[in-house]
């Protein structure tokens, strides 16, 4: 069950404004009953909605870009830190959403929050290979035959060896780095295991859904449909 204001503006039709204006003008009916309360409950999918007459089709799920920023952490709930729900102004706040995969407290960057759980675990399947595209400076220069090194597969001290990955060195201590896994601290460890540290990690695509440049850190939007088409194909 959600706001009535609350759905319409998941759905991207109209601005939270104009959804207040349509409501109290009385436009909308909810099982055959006009509602003039921006908060009345509704469940999308049961509950027949009606705009002007004309059935609304609602999206059943949401889908999130949030630019994460650093001290926060990307699970639902956390007794001690800030987690990407919480940062989440309550207009798009809802049951259900999660962060889809995990980026360290001291990583920036792409978090997709949703409450689309199939998807999610598509997304994340590892025979899916979706490529995680990261920003990353380093304490340390970065040789080309390291990177090469590091391209091929990197055996980490738990005895994992990697796998093949992209880099683009962009200076002596950046550079992007692609890689179809996602292993826990996986390319602190990978720049760890060859002598180096990690100082700035910024996560600027998932899946070919690439970071909006234009929203600051902590700030989010709702995915455009071609956005949400490469994540529920
Ligand atoms: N690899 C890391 O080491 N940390 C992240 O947050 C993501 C990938």
Same mark, same amino acid.
């Given at each position: 069950m959600e706001r009535l204001d609350k759905a319409f503006s998941s759905c991207k039709l109209y601005s939270r404004s104009e959804i207040t204006k349509i409501i109290k003008q009385k436009r909308i009916t909810v099982n055959g009953v006009i509602i003039n309360d921006p908060s009345f409950k509704i469940d999308v999918n049961t509950d027949k909605i009606l705009l002007d007459g004309k059935e609304v089709e609602f999206n059943k799920f949401v889908y999130i870009m949030l630019n994460k920023p650093q001290g &926060? &952490? +990307? +699970? =639902? %709930? %956390?007794?001690?830190d800030k987690t990407v729900i919480d940062i989440l102004p309550d207009s798009f706040k809802r049951d259900g959403l999660f962060p889809v995969g995990r980026l360290d407290k001291d990583t920036v960057g792409l978090v997709i929050l949703t409450d689309d759980g199939i998807s999610s675990h598509k997304r994340l399947s590892?025979? =899916?290979h979706a490529e995680k595209v990261y920003y990353f400076e380093t304490a340390e220069e970065v040789s080309s035959e390291v990177a090469l090194e590091i391209e091929s597969g990197v055996l980490l001290k738990d005895g994992y060896k990697t796998l093949p990955c992209k880099i683009n060195l962009l200076s002596k201590t950046s550079g992007e780095i692609t890689l179809v896994e996602g292993k826990y601290h996986e390319i602190k460890r990978i720049f760890g295991a060859k002598s180096n540290k990690i100082t700035y990690l910024k996560r600027i695509s998932f899946g070919g859904i690439i970071l909006d440049? =234009?929203?600051?850190?902590g700030s989010c939007r709702y995915l455009t449909k071609e956005e949400q088409k490469l994540f529920t194909k």
């Open positions: &926060v &952490v +990307s +699970s =639902t %709930d %956390d007794g001690r590892p025979k =899916t440049e =234009t929203l600051p850190e």
